[in-house]
Structures are given as structure tokens and as C-alpha cells.
């Protein structure tokens, strides 16, 4: 439907900004983290998701192509609704989401206003299992340095997260190899394949 709206922002209110596109008000609901980043009376361009139901036509909308990834991801878990995906990207940037699904850290999901345990639970289950299917046939060709993916290491949790933001496997597979995995946590090795990938 939409891609994208680019406009200035006329007006920003809890979980919602109004976009002006030449004269069309265009209210997106979206997270806090992305209303952060806003200011009224500044161009933007924010990436769309519609959800269409027989009584109504709502637009979610993102500062960022990984933050709507994120968000399509969620809302596709049973359970998770629009609402309690802007809950939880509120809580988490998509980097935060990644980590805490690589390493199960449910209590990442939790501090999400509406996200109990159970639900936290479903959805770090969920997404492990759509990461072990994006990654399955990818993982055992992917190398380090040399050395194979293997279940429960450093390299494939990072892999993983890198998964939930959308990274192929032969993105993941080069830019692994550009970072010290030995020196680094799980949650820094994330962040340094981000940084080495943006360049």
C-alpha cells in the first residue's frame, strides 16, 4: 500500500505522529523510540505498515527500515498485536530486540507495558524458530575465521540477531569475518557488525 511518507511533522502526541504530505495530514502510529527522534515543523520520512480491518484503515509508521522489520515480525507472532509490538519497540531498539532474542533474555521483552512472561516467552520462541528457518541451509556454510557456525556459539547468536534485522546469510557470513568475536560479548559483537555493515 504506502512505502513510506515523507512530509514535515505537524503534530506529536504518545505513540502517534501527524505527517503533513502537501497538505494531507497522515497519522502513524508508531514508537516511542522513533518519536524521539522527531521535531515538529521538521521534513521526514517515516516507513509504513497499513493494517486494514473491516472497521478500520490504521498507518504505522517507522524513522527506520529496521524498526518496521522489526515490527512486521512482531505483529506476525500469534498474540502479538500493533499495539503490544509499539509497546515492546518502545522498550527496545530493533539492535535490543535482536540481542535479546539471541540470548533469550525475556526480561527485554517484559519491561514493555501488556508484555507478561508467557507472551515474552512465545515471542523469543517464535522468533528463534523463524531465525533457525532463515538461517538453517546458510548456517552450516557460514564461517569465521575459518571455523563453522556451531549450536550455542558466540558466532551463531550473533548470527542470529543479525537474522531478526534482516541481514542474509552471506551479509551475516562477511561481516562476522570483520569482527574480533573472541574479545567481545554477544550484545558488543551485534553492535560492531552494525557498525562495520553501515560502512
Known amino acids: 500500500m504506502f512505502y513510506y511518507l515523507n512530509g514535515t511533522v505537524a503534530a506529536i502526541e504518545p ?3 501527524v505527517i503533513d504530505c ?12 522513533s518519536l524521539a527522534s522527531l521535531n515538529i515543523g521538521e521534513k521526514v520520512k517515516m516507513y509504513t505498515y497499513c493494517h486494514v480491518r473491516e472497521d478500520a484503515f490504521d498507518i504505522y509508521g517507522f524513522v527506520t527500515q529496521r ?21 515492546i519497540l518502545s522498550a527496545n531498539s530493533p ?19 501488556g508484555i507478561g512472561k508467557k507472551l515474552a516467552q512465545r515471542i523469543l520462541l517464535e522468533l528463534k524458530d523463524k531465525v533457525a528457518e532463515a538461517i538453517g541451509a546458510g548456517a552450516s556454510g557460514m564461517s569465521v575465521s575459518g571455523a563453522a557456525i556451531a549450536d550455542g556459539s558466540k558466532a551463531e547468536d ?16 562477511t561481516v562476522l569475518k570483520k569482527i574480533d568475536l573472541n574479545s567481545l560479548t554477544v550484545e558488543e559483537a551485534v553492535r560492531d557488525a552494525l557498525r562495520v555493515s553501515l560502512k
Do not use: W
Open 158 to 173: 550473533v548470527a542470529s540477531a543479525l537474522t531478526v534485522l534482516g541481514y542474509t546469510p552471506s551479509e551475516i557470513n
Open 15 to 17: 505513540y502517534l505522529a
Open 67 to 87: 524498526e518496521l522489520g522489526s515490527f512486521k515480525l512482531l505483529i506476525g507472532i500469534s498474540g502479538v498485536g500493533p499495539k503490544a509490538a509499539l509497546s
Open 95 to 113: 539492535e535490543e530486540l535482536a540481542s535479546a532474542v539471541a540470548s533469550g533474555n525475556e526480561k527485554a521483552l517484559t519491561v514493555a507495558p
Open 22 to 33: 502537501s497538505g494531507v495530514g497522515y497519522a502513524c502510529s508508531t514508537s516511542m523510540n
